[in-house]
Nanobody, 118 residues
Framework: QGQLVESGGGLVQPGGSLRLSCVGS????????TGWYRQAPGKQRELVAT??????????YYTDSVKGRFTISRDSSRNTVFLQMTSLQPEDTAVYYC?????????WGQGTQVTVSS
């Protein structure tokens, strides 16, 4: 059974930066469509960014609210997908989850908390 493990969350002041990491175990992330979702208290989980497989052209998507501030990337040698977050705002506060899809299989990480507060 594949697993995803996120790390990199924490408390940061408005305007600050964080880099989240998602490491795949028994999942080859370059062969999956990998994405970051987030869920704020009292809200539904929302898609933040995705990166497609290399064979599909490595398509990248960002939700409008993070365009120009967040960057998703993949390091295949480390089987890791990153989410670089800059210019963080309080509304970015949420639990961030890594997700990977390959065929009919879908995997979720346990989540990492990001809190943006002064």
């Amino acid at each position: 059974q594949g697993q995803l493990v996120e790390s990199g969350g924490g408390l940061v002041q408005p305007g600050g930066s964080l880099r989240l990491s998602c490491v795949g175990s028994r999942i080859i992330l370059r062969e999956t469509d990998t994405g970051w979702y987030r869920q704020a208290p009292g809200k539904q989980r929302e898609l933040v960014a995705t990166i497609g497989t290399i064979s599909s052209g490595r398509n990248i998507y960002y939700t409008d609210s993070v365009k120009g501030r967040f960057t998703i990337s993949r390091d295949s040698s480390r089987n890791t997908v990153f989410l670089q977050m800059t210019s963080l705002q309080p509304e970015d506060t949420a639990v961030y989850y890594c997700n990977a899809k390959v065929g009919l299989e879908e995997y979720w990480g346990q989540g990492t908390q990001v809190t943006v507060s002064s």
